[in-house]
């Protein structure tokens, strides 16, 4: 079960401006933005990485491309790959307007209350159960890729937006998404999920400056001659408190 690093990418001057920016092009990190994805690639430094995803948009491009310039322990990372279904919820209409406005809106409170059943108005608008349905899908593909191509302890990153952040970690709960809004991922957060073969494990959520270097797998064991077979990756939870590692 390999380990997923949700990262959301750093401030960005639609954040600072109060703008819902959506997939509007040309927003870029802010310079505490640039600080934030400087500060994770040094955090991440101990971990090697075996893949790198992010949304297409440019303040996730800029946040993931920031985490390739300090090396891992085995060298230098992985090029960024990209994956549409990262990316932010198509927000339609709302696209660009400020949030103070949005707030008076009639279907702000459905948002808030009732994600489940938001769809954002014009052409463009998505809807915020759609919106879940393809990041999950993006996720727990890679996640199976990753298991296949770097095995059961390799640790991988996906540098997406807060509401996709937020989606997922919703559904790795157990939670219905009209609980959502109870999960926070602030600018360059990192959120860590395990998925097993009966159930995802949420390890860590919304994490602005802890110490990552547990998520580096432990050193492999010299094997004997005789060939074992690894043991599956347990979808038991813990009963009685874990030991922490």
């Known amino acids: ?13 639609a954040n600072t401006a109060g703008v819902l920016a959506g997939w509007t092009p040309g927003v870029h990190l802010d310079d505490r933005g640039r600080e934030q994805a400087a500060a994770l690639a040094t955090r991440l430094a101990p971990v090697p990485l075996a893949a790198v995803v992010a949304s297409p948009l440019e303040r996730c491009q800029e946040t993931a491309g920031a985490l390739l310039t300090v090396d891992g322990p085995t060298g230098p990372r992985p090029a ?16 660009g307007q400020e949030i103070k406005t949005l707030t008076k809106h009639p279907l702000w409170s459905t948002v808030q209350v009732h994600p489940s059943a938001a769809v954002f108005p014009g052409p463009e608008g998505e809807g915020l159960a759609t919106m879940q349905a393809r990041a999950v899908t993006a996720v727990r593909e890679h996640d199976a890729r990753v298991a296949a191509e770097h095995g059961d302890d390799a640790v991988w990153v996906a540098v997406t937006h807060g509401d996709i952040i937020k989606a997922v970690l919703a559904d790795a709960l157990g ?7 109870r999960i926070s991922a602030d600018p360059c ?3 860590v999920v395990r998925y097993t073969p009966l159930r995802p494990f949420v390890v860590r959520m919304n994490d602005s400056g802890g110490d990552l270097s547990s998520f580096a797998p432990a050193p492999k064991k010299k094997t004997t001659r005789r060939r074992r077979t690894a043991p599956a990756a347990s979808s038991d939870a813990v009963v009685g408190g874990s030991t922490g590692t």
Do not use: N
């Open 80 to 95: 960024v790959a990209t994956d549409d279904r990262l990316g932010e919820a198509r927000y339609g209409d709302w696209t």
């Open 189 to 191: 957060s990192v959120s």
């Open 175 to 181: 939670l219905h998404l009209d609980l959502f809004q």
């Open 1 to 13: 079960m390999p380990t997923l690093l949700l990262v959301r990418h750093g401030r960005s001057t």
